[in-house]
């Protein structure tokens, strides 16, 4: 461990919120390192939690509803759930920021979007007004937009072009770590393709470490070096890019690329995940995937199942990987 | 040969903005056969959803013609226009705002229903009900539930229900799966599948995401703002795509491949919209191999069997294919 | 928030199968703050129609010896310069006053409903031309209008009724044209016509319900106002004539009085004002019940 240069050490992450007297459990005991320079990607569905993890980290969640009751998140050595409100608020943004799932919401339309890249500098940097708004034309060229529309208006700008200033502004202060959380869903494929490649090229450039939240395996597979596969708010499967996608384990896993068409192959039918996400205000005992998998078992109903090492530090939250593997072998 | 179940032959379909016409829907012509599946992709702005509005009717067409089992019915009237609506429907994209928020799920089922006039009582209005209810998978228990009570698969489940409520021959769907989840789209892909080998429908399945219109599609047209650049059976087009605007479209989705990386054709520019569009090709703009040849009106050709694409130097370019 | 779209598989099992009508009075006759503002509302019309029998004195008696009375056991709220029981004067006020208000705010709504529905679904041309006529009614002060319509018709009943309520038709068609704009653009509408519904039934079931809850809540807060502009028009001799007791022409009246005898001025007041009160709690209960999204 120590030879690892890591940047961001998250453990045992529980985010709770609390909507008409029911506790909702969005995160439950998240842990995972993130070494400098490398993206990791939270896979799931719709609440499973992983906004909320990047907004833990953030510190950004609303309180109420929301609270963290327990858990680290290691940041360049700080505690990020223990520093004062001040000093995080000089982290956010210079160290850690965000890019949002909807570039159209994330500007302010009657600010011209240069302007909105130069606060940004002008706030973290304290340099001059001239200086902020050079360094954010600089910002908006780097992201391939040509420096005179800085006094432009949102409403003036493509969603694609939204989402580049969205990311200008998030990169403008060479954050060591940046949140992404669907950055490119709101996006066509030729336009996601073309911010795909511009994250990829400014991350090696600024050597910038990332969080990709997504839904989209196809985009873990072209930007993530680990992925962590969320599921009602915990960590089922995890492990480098290679082992997710050459060797899914967890039935959830290989219940996503299941129910994936693909490209280049010919199935006649998906083989889809049959049910629906658990309640999170009642999660079910045991494995909370259990009621939709098909491998469940006596023991995964009964108590809570913890993260094992299967090998080269690929872990995964299952009980019956034999009986999976067995059933496999039989089907091949 | 038995007629296609629809037809449309230069369908156009143009709407006055404040900032000139947009032509949303430009010289389309295409037949998709009885029992299949047309797959339209594009990117938002491309028309493919005004194309499938203006089939059915929810859009009147400025010029074309259209036909349904071989009868034209680019112009109808109230009372024709009712059978139409029985023979096709749609499937919207959605699942929030497709359902009138008061409407059970029961009255939403039933309403078609008691409006056609088919069934005389009301049990057997609340047993073709039922039969739809199952067909679709929607539990007996959600029988009374409100839209907002449902997750978006089931709500597009009962916007099925819906569509398939008057028997119709043609659906089109718009996007019906893409606000859904991964897990929750395969679901509802698979009861379109199996809804299609039950009861022989047609559709024409309209969406931006080329791995599902790949899995669910007989034949797939690409369209480009507004017009049409090529059309193949849906496996050929994966494999010889044409079409340099197909190509880059192809290359540009997020493999899960992780071993064949594949290489990228990069795009400039962004997608304009439509208005007053000049003659000739729409993607030249943003077209590696532009050349003066592109900026005249392009005609579909057909340069492989039931592969045609509308480029002036598709041969050229792809000698090695062809 | 990411977390509310999911789980959300432990819908309750309705078994009844009702209309939506029956679904909504179901749902209002829960809701207890509407339905105090019901049962006061009904207990105030009970002594509107009975007033006749059931007033302590006569509305009309004056009575020298008993001018500016202050309230006493004799005369629970008083009298009035003219020695008139103020009590009685309200309970038979009421019905000049619930009639007029509660009459011209429904003209005023069921035509504003109709132009509204008619200009928000069909738009272009028609919603043009109605829209502007619209704009010269609003152009015009409400109180101006009034008078001038009540001037040009006479003074029955019948007329000030339409004298109030024209003045109210075009918020009413503003504000339903508003919300028909955004809920006609809804896909639901599009499947509604695409399943045969004839326009009629696309406006009445689908839209109208979808829309209505601004106008709703806009009414019930319109009738107190309607009941002061009434009480306008008597002042100046048009709408309801004395000797006929009215809340508003009562509280006009004692105004001038007010600092020495404010019970002329806040007997009436607290009628109005309860009326106006009852019929904002049933206003809300009301939109709230149309309102399946709402948990009880």
Redesign the interface.
Known sequence: MANKDVLLSVKDLTVEYTSEGEVIHAVNHVSFELEKGKTIGLVGETGAGKTSIARAILRILPEPPARVPGGEIEFEGKDLLKVSEADMQKIRGKEISMIFQDPMTALNPIMRVGEQIAEVVKLHEHCSRQESIEKAKKMLEMVGIPGERFYEYPHQFSGGMKQRVVIAMALACSPTLLLADEPTTALDVTIQAQVLDMINDLKRKLNTSMIMITHDLGIVAEVCDTVAVIYAGEIMEYGTREQIFHDPRYPYTIGLFGSLPDLNSDVERLSPIEGLPPNPADLPRGCAFHPRCPYAGEECRKEHIELKDIGGGHLCRCCRLNEIAAGKAKEV | MANPMIEVRHLKKYFNTPKGTLHAVDDISFKIEKGKTMGVVGESGCGKSTLGRTIIHLLESTDGQIFLDGKDITHVDKHQMHEINERMQIVFQDPYSSLNPRQTVEDVIREPLKLSKRYKTRTEIDQKTDELMKLVGIDERLRHAYPHELDGGRRQRVGIARALSLNPDFIVCDEPVSALDVSIQAQVLNLLQDLQEKQGLTYMFVTHDLSVVRHISDDICVMYLGQLVETSPAKELFIKPLHPYTKALLSAIPSTDIDHPHERIKLQGEITSPVDPKPGCRFAARCPYATEACKQPQQLEEILPNHFISCCRAKELNQDIL | ?????????????????QG?FGQVMHRLRKNKVAMIGLSIMIVLIVIAILSPWITPYNYAKTSKADRYALPSWQHLFGCDGMGRDILSRIMYGARASLFLGLMSTIVATVVGVLLGSLVGYYGGKVDNIVMRILDIIQAIPGMLLSIAISAALGSGIGNTILALSIGGIPMTVRLLRGSILTVRK???I????????SKW?VITS?IL??SIAPVIVSVTMGIGNTILQAASLSYIGLGVQPPTPEWGAMLSEGKSMITKYPHLCIFPGLAIMLVVLCLNMLGDGLRDA????LKN
Do not use: L
């Not at chain 3, 598989?9 to 078994?15: A, L, N």
């Not at chain 3, 149309?290 to 999204?293: A, H, N």
């Open positions: 928030m990411s977390v509310t779209a999911v789980g959300k598989d432990h819908v309750g099992v309705r078994s009844k199968r939506q809804q896909e639901y599009e499947a509604a016509e695409k399943i045969n519904c039934r689908h319900p979808n149309m309102d399946p999204k």
